[in-house]
């Protein structure tokens, strides 16, 4: 069973489903309250700027009209590498997943590499859990601002937050932040970063030796109810060509034939990193 997304965000925790549906959630609206952005409804229903701002491409971002609905996209298909006991980050979307042992999934909007190749691909583990972590610039990055200190010690200034799970690349981390409008973009020089009330979740469901799985899945596939669902993500990145892909993922899948070309064309040309239902009525 999966469980009505809304409900659960309305309540204040990060979201969980039981796990066992490849289809999770469940599409929401917000009316948009005077003084309101996107970035701030982003974050209140647990989503990154990027999932909120391709749903909603019709609205400023930053000044949306008071009054109008907001689209909230809460709703997802789990990317092919989702498993019991991994967690998988999917660049494309730039969001994690976490299906803990038992099964309960975790899943949380994350801020991640400008850089396509800054982030490696593959299965990583969870070498280390840090609290009150410090941040130590690397050398590329103190040459572009050559005025950061050596080190910086736990605090409001430092970028990691308040919790760091560091990979096995040494030099990756998934951790908080203190630049929560970061969540959802482009942004960082390789490591993975979330909400500052998320990371500490993540921090206490995973233990050491977890696997990592770093992944880029700008189109996915689902079957809910018998309906054919595809979920496109705007990725220049990625190296496949979208309608080629989502061609190869439908007939891997054996749904392709209960498939509308059309319905298809428009999902893909649309990005709007929401499931559509491209089954042919």
């Not at 969870?126 to 690397?138: A, D, I, N, R």
């Not at 595809?230 to 220049?236: F, K, L, P, Q, R």
Request: net charge negative.
């Amino acid at each position: 069973m999966w469980l009505p997304l809304l409900a659960v965000l309305l309540s204040g925790p990060p979201a969980t489903w039981p796990g066992g549906d490849e289809v999770i959630g469940a599409t929401g609206a917000h009316r948009i309250g005077r003084g309101e952005s996107l970035i701030e409804i982003a974050r209140r229903y647990d989503l990154g700027f990027g999932e909120i701002a391709a749903a909603n491409p019709r609205l400023d971002a930053f000044v949306p009209p008071p009054g109008e609905l907001a689209i909230l996209p809460t709703a997802w298909i789990l990317p092919s590498a989702v498993e019991e006991g991994t967690v998988v980050v999917n660049l494309s979307e730039m969001r994690l997943y976490y299906l803990r042992p038992g099964p309960t999934l975790l899943t949380f909007p994350v801020g991640v590499a400008v850089e396509a190749g800054a982030t490696p691909l593959g299965v990583l583990t969870v070498e280390q859990k840090l609290v009150s972590p410090s941040w130590y610039p690397t050398s590329s990055i103190r040459r572009e601002d050559p005025e950061l200190p050596v080190a910086v010690p736990p605090g409001p200034d430092n970028p990691l937050g308040s919790h760091a799970l560091r990979l096995s690349v040494p030099t990756l981390l998934i951790h908080g932040t203190n630049r929560p409008y970061g969540v959802g973009r482009r942004v960082s020089h390789g490591c993975i970063r979330l909400y500052p009330e998320d990371i500490p979740q993540l921090y206490r469901a995973v233990r050491l030796g977890t696997p990592v799985a770093i992944v880029r899945e700008p189109v996915k596939v689902g079957v809910r109810d018998g309906r054919v669902l595809v979920e496109v993500h705007a990725d220049e990145a990625a190296a496949a060509d979208p309608a080629e892909l989502a061609q190869r993922l439908l007939r891997d899948r054996g749904v392709l034939e209960q498939v509308d070309p059309r319905k298809l064309a428009r999902a893909l040309a649309a990005r709007s990193g929401m499931p559509v239902d491209v089954t042919a009525d």
